[in-house]
């Protein structure tokens, strides 16, 4: 394949009739940019990153679109009593909280929640947001404060069905440990959470006005120092901004150091071609900062979309991460005196550093952006169920620890969502005009989304949220490629933050036959082929069928989670 010629500045891409139409054109696009139809003339460099953009081609003011925000902040007394913890490395409460972080500008981070709505001249909706936290459950043993409960209340509030309202968190290991592993955070975290999220959505929804919708793509790569403005050596020039934590596999060839390196757009522009928004999927685990980092953040989706809204001069852009399972970003420093003494920590040096390096290919995606073509929306969602088979998972998630000791899981423990060893959640596909869109409840492996793309006729794009309607941990696929995630790199945690090897392979036979449903053509092709058998797909998916049934709250008797309870009088 043609490498791919951009090294991080901005271009100008003019898009021939014959592919403008597509934005996911074929497997290239997980190697590379497409390059046929394409002609590629660099802009001047300077300012690339912050300069306001001109309007993307104007496209028919056929939907309706909004957007908002809400702040997520723990307030001052949840950080003050010492049980606000962060997530993601290690387990145990380690890291308690002691603020915002404070970017490299001065600037103090917030976090939020993000939404968008999207409905069609015919009346249906479709209700996306992001909230930047290190995972959110479907529902809690704390109260009803999960993804579910949200998406409930906001369908009673707007009308628009559950099953058409999809809620990512961006999995940062420098936000609010809502899983509980890390040690957690107080239930009136999670209430604001959850009263925060509802408010966006419906504030979205209330917001719409007749727009235009624009999707667009990008492939991010990094640029030389001099260009990047980064210390030379801490990146490789021409790298994508994503990479895999693993390598193909000798045995059997097949390509665990591939993952999905495009970054991809849905921007909308009111009827007097006003931004309204930008929503920006990409596949990198928000793991730009480390472990050292006790300040909260979004880490790069909260700080791009941050600066998508000031480059793009917009009031809402919103990051809902793709498939992170086993896709890292590069981490280069740009200060070489970082945590010395009046300079920026090297935390910060990375975040700011990062942002820096992919705020031009959004910038890219937005600004070549062509119409949605197509005109419905719709979506499906079901059930699934799948047997767990990790003990070790298992047994924090239903041993009945108590957040004090905070090493269990929050996660609702009674059915639908737990049901002896058999694991309930939510799994959809949704559609907006010919561009298909996935949910996938945790951290996929990017091979769900090959399967889905190999087994479907294209669409006009393919965007793919991670960490959807629930947080299952990571989502391997496939089955057969277990044993080298579990043997090929010691001391990765991919496989002991898996329920079971097999859910993988059913979420990507899921999610294709949803897209079949909604009218995605099939194609002849085996979704792993050559190296990787197709996994059985009617035996695996047989209980999707099967509707989610009542779902009750659990009892909770330990107040607000983070002491216990003084014993009663004698």
């Not at 609702?412 to 996938?440: C, E, K, M, W, Y």
């Amino acid at each position: 394949m043609t490498p791919h010629p951009r090294v991080g500045t901005r271009v100008r891409i003019a898009v021939v009739a014959a592919a403008a139409s597509c934005v996911s054109c074929g497997p290239a696009f997980y190697l590379g940019a497409p390059t046929s139809g394409l002609h590629l003339a660099p802009e001047p460099a300077a300012g690339a990153a912050t300069a306001r953009m001109a309007a993307p081609p104007a496209g028919p003011v056929t939907w309706s679109i909004g957007f908002a925000k809400q702040l997520l902040d723990p307030s001052a007394a949840e950080i003050a009593s010492g049980n606000f913890h962060l997530g993601g490395y290690g387990l145990g409460p380690t890291r308690q909280a002691t603020g915002p972080l404070i970017d490299g500008d001065g600037s103090t981070e917030h976090l939020y929640a993000r939404a968008m709505a999207i409905t069609s001249s015919s009346g249906q909706t479709l209700l996306l947001a992001a909230i930047e936290n290190q995972g959110t459950f479907a529902a809690y043993r704390q109260g009803p404060y999960g993804l579910y409960d949200i998406r409930l209340q906001v369908a009673h509030d707007t009308g628009v069905p559950a099953g058409m309202i999809v809620i990512n968190s961006d999995h940062s290991h420098a936000g609010p440990d809502l899983i509980g592993l890390w040690g957690g955070v107080p239930v009136s975290y999670l209430k604001l959470v959850r009263d925060r999220t509802v408010a966006a959505l419906d504030d979205a929804f209330h917001k719409r006005v007749p727009a235009a919708l624009l999707v667009g793509a990008d492939i991010p790569t990094m640029p030389t120092p001099e260009k990047g403005g980064y210390i030379k050596g801490t990146a490789t020039p021409g790298e994508d901004l994503v990479h895999s934590q693993f390598s193909a596999d000798t045995q059997t060839g097949y390509h665990d150091d591939l993952v999905d390196t495009q970054l991809r757009v849905l921007h909308s522009v009111d009827a007097a071609g006003r931004p309204l928004g930008t929503l920006i999927n990409y596949a990198a685990h928000a793991t730009v900062m480390g472990s050292g980092n006790i300040r909260y953040s979004a880490d790069w989706p909260g700080t791009v979309a941050t600066a998508t809204e000031k480059a793009l001069a917009e009031p809402v852009a919103l990051t809902m991460v793709a498939d992170v399972g086993r896709s890292q970003p590069p981490r280069p420093h740009s200060d070489s005196k970082c945590d010395a003494a009046g300079h920026i920590s090297c935390d910060v040096d990375q975040l700011d550093t990062y942002t820096r390096l992919l705020l031009p290919s959004v910038l890219t995606a937005v600004s070549t952006a062509r119409p949605v073509t197509g005109s419905a929306v719709a979506g499906r969602e079901v059930f699934t169920r799948e047997a767990a088979t990790n003990p070790a998972l298992l047994g924090v998630s239903v041993s009945g620890e108590v957040p004090v000791r905070g090493t269990g899981a929050y996660r609702a423990s009674t059915p639908p969502f737990l049901t002896g060893t058999l694991i309930g959640t939510f799994a959809s596909v949704h559609r907006i005009g010919d561009v298909l869109l996935t949910a996938n409840p945790g951290e996929a492996y990017p091979d769900v989304r090959f399967g889905v793309d190999n087994s479907i006729a294209q669409p006009q794009a393919f965007f793919t949220f991670g960490l959807a309607n629930d947080q299952l941990g990571y989502l391997i696929a496939p089955t057969t490629e277990y044993a080298w995630i579990t043997t090929s790199n010691v001391g990765n945690d991919n496989s002991f933050f898996n329920v079971a090897p097999q859910y993988g392979d059913h979420l990507m036979c899921t999610h294709t036959a949803l897209a079949r449903s909604l009218g995605f053509a099939p194609t002849k092709n085996a979704p792993y082929a050559p190296a990787a058998p197709a996994p059985n797909c009617a035996l695996l998916a047989a209980s999707d069928a099967v509707p989610v049934g009542p779902a009750p709250q659990q009892p909770w008797p330990f107040g607000d989670g983070v002491v216990l309870p003084a014993p009663a009088p004698q």
